[in-house]
Nanobody
Framework: QVQLVESGGGVVQAGGSLRLSCAVT????????MAWFRQAPGNEREFVAR????????YYADSVKGRFTISRDRAKNTMYLQMNDLKPEDTAIYYC????????????WGQGTQVTVSS
């Protein structure tokens, strides 16, 4: 039973930073392609960033390029999203997701963590 648990959300002023974490249990962490999504009230869920099995470089939505950094720590079975220069439009619930293949739908999802950026 694979479980993903997000943490690290909170309230921050515009221009500030937050670091989100996604802990993975019940599976082999190194065997999953992982990503971050977010959903603001009244909006559709949108892709934020993703990272492959081996880690390395991440891929980002245009709206967060240059500000967010995705990474994974195999020793801690944890994925991170470092968010810098936060903007009010970044306000959303952020979700961790994982899949066993390099393409296709994400099979596992966390419960979400709220990020609120005030102006």
């Amino acid at each position: 039973q694979v479980q993903l648990v997000e943490s690290g959300g909170g309230v921050v002023q515009a221009g500030g930073s937050l670091r989100l974490s996604c802990a993975v249990t019940g599976g082999t962490f190194s065997g999953y392609h992982m990503a971050w999504f977010r959903q603001a009230p009244g909006n559709e869920r949108e892709f934020v960033a993703r990272i492959a099995l081996s880690g390395g470089t991440g891929y980002y939505a245009d709206s967060v390029k240059g500000r967010f950094t995705i990474s994974r720590d195999r020793a801690k079975n944890t994925m991170y999203l470092q968010m810098n220069d936060l903007k009010p439009e970044d306000t959303a619930i952020y979700y961790c997701a994982a899949r066993t293949f390099s393409i296709g739908q994400y099979d596992y999802w966390g419960q979400g963590t709220q990020v609120t950026v005030s102006s």
